[in-house]
């Protein structure tokens, strides 16, 4: 007996009613909540200690004589060691009481000692919690958006029975903190929405991420907060609203004019729909974000495209109905930005282009709009001028402006703008129609000089100010993700199984849609920009097959690439083909480079020599577009190439009959007498088809096969081609 009252302090800790009895049933110990329950009668409060609780079991009557009988023959089984431990539950066992009762009897084994273990969970509270619950469930399942804070704290005040419910969200940027009520109900109606400091309030610790209840005498133990004292509140429990990232975005709180018996249930079932609120908040938060998002500009926190261009459509309406009411729109590009960013970092760009708009704002008035289009590209609307006096001044305190250095942490940097400018018209339409036109006048300054800013001049011819425009959007179309690979299938002529594919280069202009090759192909080679653009090409076609390869298990399948004369000509050529097919996996027998006649008489020697090079790696050599060229007949047998391609026209020049036939015939012929296999562009009929098997051409592509495909519709492709 006293081995076992050592533990009567630990029972006693226990809210649940614990009894300890030995195999005969004499009671060796009862916890403090046995000797107080009152709830339960017979089985519960006729026992103390020294008691046979079997022989209690056998006098209880009325309602509860079903259940002791039940528990006596659990225990009794238990001390036989028919079983080790049972559960008798009322709701299973059909057993009609008040209240309901969840009964535990375990074995206890201690040494040489034997006993059986008896824990009464009264099981009223947990219903009504789940009754709670269900109820606030029900109440904000379907609702969303502001309404969901406003049925969230109505349903908790009804479930919990409290005089008050709200839910916060924390306010940025405050000293002190403050948070915000999105939803507030005030004993019979929605109070209006309030904002508070959390200093010497309950709140302060829910804030700091700690849940907090206090079920009594709530005035005494926040005695500053006077809000509590307008209330008439007695108890409060709140919990934090918190993210999956740690960050408290709010919280969620009840408080009531009387007292709680301890708190314990409404903390329990505020922190459950804390996480519909938190997840609620967020993707509020989030759609606000995107609302911002789609107006301003994040780095900046100036107006982007969009909103300057609902600025210049509003000018442009004021001016219709007045045309007095004259404006002028700036376009602004940083001049040598990329070298910053090469040079120092994208971070130091960031803060550059932070440093430009600050210093910009510096040159405008307060009605002028000043907005980042992306990049390095600023525009400003300049509403309400009388004279184009007015417009080139602001061009000029802007460049004046911006010849003082930025500081850009330990560095010092020095920049400029090339300005256009364009007025308001009656001719124009539209806000695009206006920041294209300064958009050419800024490009037609930078052309003049770094410092320049020009007026826009309608003068300007309407092909110059297409190509200009292009040519600006081009030069930002790679990095902007713009640029699309189509391929389009190369099958055997012979048994129909597909050999390889030809990447297809697309530019997919965001306002022009698909630009023809024949129009970006010659813009890439003016300005450079064909050697980035064939680097990309070539890396992501490596990639692209190497993945088909591994999909289809086929690693005989080919791609082929067109290779410019300035990316042919480049002096890492053969090293940063290795560094690709190393990258990407793929064996260089896989990869089939184009190059045309006109190609081959550029440096001859020079030329040659990059085409063995090429061959000892192991690639694969297309001479494109075969008899439009120079077609140079003495040094074809001299080329390490592998393939002729037949250009299309020459196949297209076949009729239904199979005639006109001739120059692709002697091309095959002559190809066949040098070892070379021929592949045939441009097949669209069966006639055509029928011709080129008969002359033993050995591969073909066109439109009769397939047209040319972006990687996903040429997986399906493949798919049911190989089924």
């Given amino acids: 007996m006293e081995y076992f009252q050592l533990f009567q302090p630990i029972f006693d800790a226990f809210d649940s009613q614990v009894a300890l009895i030995d195999r005969e049933g004499k009671i060796i110990a009862l916890n403090q909540a046995w000797k107080n329950n009152s709830i339960n009668s017979g089985f519960s409060k006729n026992t103390s200690i020294g008691d046979n609780y079997l022989n209690v079991c056998k006098t209880i009557v009325g309602s509860e004589a079903e259940l002791a009988r039940k528990i006596a023959t659990e225990i009794k089984a238990i001390a036989r060691s028919e079983k080790t431990e049972s559960r008798l539950n009322h709701n299973s066992e059909n057993f009609k009481l008040e209240n309901p009762l969840v009964i535990h009897i375990k074995q206890v084994k201690q040494d040489n000692w034997f006993g059986v273990l008896i824990i009464q969970e009264n099981m ?4 009504q919690t789940e009754i709670s619950l269900r109820s606030v469930v029900e109440g904000t399942a379907a609702v969303t958006g502001k309404d969901f804070f406003y049925s969230l704290v109505y349903h908790l005040t009804c479930a919990l029975s409290v005089s008050y419910a709200f839910v916060t969200e924390c306010l940025e940027k405050t000293s002190p903190e403050r948070v915000c ?9 929605f109070g209006e929405n309030f904002e508070y400091a959390i200093a010497n309030t309950p709140c302060e610790q829910v804030i700091a991420g700690i849940s907090c209840h206090y079920p009594r005498k709530l005035r005494t133990i926040f005695p500053l907060d006077h809000d509590l004292a307008k209330l008439n509140a007695e108890s409060y429990v709140g919990v934090p609203l918190v993210n999956s990232s740690g960050t408290i975005l709010g919280h969620l709180v009840v408080i009531d004019e009387r007292p709680m018996e301890d708190g314990s249930t409404e903390l329990s079932i505020l922190k459950i729909f804390a996480a519909r609120a938190t997840a609620e908040l967020e ?4 759609e606000r974000q995107l609302a911002y998002d789609a107006l301003y500009d994040r780095l900046t926190d100036l107006p982007n495209r969009n909103l300057l261009s609902n600025h210049l459509n509003r000018a ?8 007095n009411r004259k404006f002028a729109v700036f376009f602004l590009d940083l001049n040598r930005f990329k070298y910053v960013n090469d040079s120092l970092g994208h971070k130091s760009g960031d803060l550059l282009l932070v440093g ?3 210093r910009l ?7 002028d709009i000043l907005a980042r289009l992306g990049g390095d590209e600023f525009a400003i609307l300049l509403e309400d001028i009388q004279t184009l006096c007015e417009a080139t001044k602001l061009a000029e305190r802007i460049q004046q402006s911006l010849k003082s250095p930025f500081h850009l942490g330990i560095h010092e940097v020095f920049t400029s703008v090339s300005i256009g400018i364009a007025f308001s018209e009656p001719e124009i339409n539209s806000s695009e129609d206006l920041l294209r036109n300064a958009d050419i006048a800024m490009y037609k300054a930078k052309a003049l000089g770094i410092t320049n800013y020009e007026l826009f001049d309608e003068s300007l011819h309407t092909q110059v100010a297409n190509r200009l425009s292009l040519e600006t959007d081009f030069h930002h179309s790679l990095d902007r993700g713009e640029f699309r690979l189509h391929y389009q299938p190369i099958v055997s002529l012979v048994d129909g199984r597909v050999a390889g594919f030809e990447a297809l280069s697309r530019w997919k202009h965001p306002q022009r849609g698909y630009v023809s090759p024949g129009e970006f192909i010659t813009l890439a080679e003016e300005t450079g920009m064909i050697i980035p653009l064939g680097w990309w090409v070539l890396q992501e076609v490596c990639y692209q097959l190497k993945e088909w390869q591994l999909q289809f298990n086929n690693f005989n399948l080919t791609i082929a690439v067109n290779i410019s004369q300035k990316q042919f000509s480049q002096p890492n050529l053969i090293d940063s083909l290795i560094q690709i097919l190393q990258t990407t996996g793929l064996e260089p027998q896989s990869l089939q480079l184009e190059i045309t006649e006109s190609l081959l008489m550029q440096d001859v020697k020079t030329t040659m020599e990059t085409l063995r090079q090429l061959k000892v790696l192991g690639c694969g050599l297309h001479l494109d577009d075969f008899g439009t060229g120079y077609s140079s007949l003495s040094y074809l047998h001299s080329l390490p190439i592998d393939s002729l391609k037949i250009d299309r026209s020459f196949v297209q020049a076949i009729d239904s009959k199979g005639n006109n036939s001739e120059i692709v015939e002697a091309i095959v012929m002559m190809a066949k007498s040098l070892g070379l296999k021929v592949i045939a562009e441009g097949i669209e009929t069966k006639a055509q088809l029928a011709k080129l098997q008969t002359l033993q051409c050995l591969y073909g592509q066109g439109y009769l096969f397939s ?5 996903n519709s040429l997986f399906n492709w493949l798919v049911t081609r190989l089924s």
């Fill in 356 to 358: 430009i708009a600050q």
């Fill in 361 to 367: 704002k510096t040159c405008l008035r307060a009605s």
């Fill in 124 to 127: 009223t509270k947990q219903m």
């Fill in 707 to 711: 047209k040319p495909l972006n990687p």
């Fill in 181 to 189: 009520t999105l939803a507030f109900w005030c004993k019979e109606d």
């Fill in 283 to 286: 993707r509020q938060k989030a």
């Fill in 316 to 323: 442009l309406e004021k001016y219709r109905r007045d045309p």
